[in-house]
């Protein structure tokens, strides 16, 4: 049974370069950013941010400069098998309707957990805000996450490209579109 009360937002961040990865290295998630929503009150719950170990590649000097994270603030992470039973168990993210701002995130859990032999952390119920707030306000394509900010009247609060300051903007946008 899906819980309806609560929407997760979730917010990936990956170790990425300026051009193709280096040899023998793939892009893998780094941060997760979570913020639930209250969907009845439209209030956003405490923004959290899971550090995330890598173990096939490494943050390049273009991902720090894009995230703020760094090669030793990562090696202090989780493993993303840890962070996936973290967020089944203190989220309940596998009973929850969950969202992104587009299907990156979404694509990146699905790949990682398959390549991983990982138990996939989410419920079947995907909500992609990006398309989402196309749709309401009837724009003709999609937006980033920081032009629907500032189409939705706000400024963004934090840093953008760290996982929880974008899930917390993200779950700012949904509250908006749900209210409508």
Sequence with gaps: MIALDEVLVV??????????????????IIEIGICPLS???????????VLVRPSRSSVSPFCTQL?????SQVADGVSFAEACAL????????RRVWAS??????KMFERQCADFGVRYPFGPRHLNVKTLFALV????REVGMAEAVRLAGKKID???????????NIAGL????LRR
């Design 11 to 28: 917010d990936v961040e990956s170790t990425c370069w300026e051009g193709a990865p280096p040899p023998g290295e793939t892009s893998e």
């Design 39 to 49: 969907v009845a009150s439209g209030v956003r719950g405490e923004r959290r941010s």
């Design 67 to 71: 995230t703020t994270l760094t090669t």
């Design 87 to 94: 967020l089944r168990k203190e989220y309940r993210s596998d």
């Design 101 to 106: 701002y587009g299907d990156y995130d979404r």
């Design 137 to 140: 306000h009837a724009l003709p």
């Design 158 to 168: 934090g840093t953008h490209h760290r996982g929880h300051d974008d899930a917390f």
């Design 174 to 177: 949904l509250a908006g579109l």
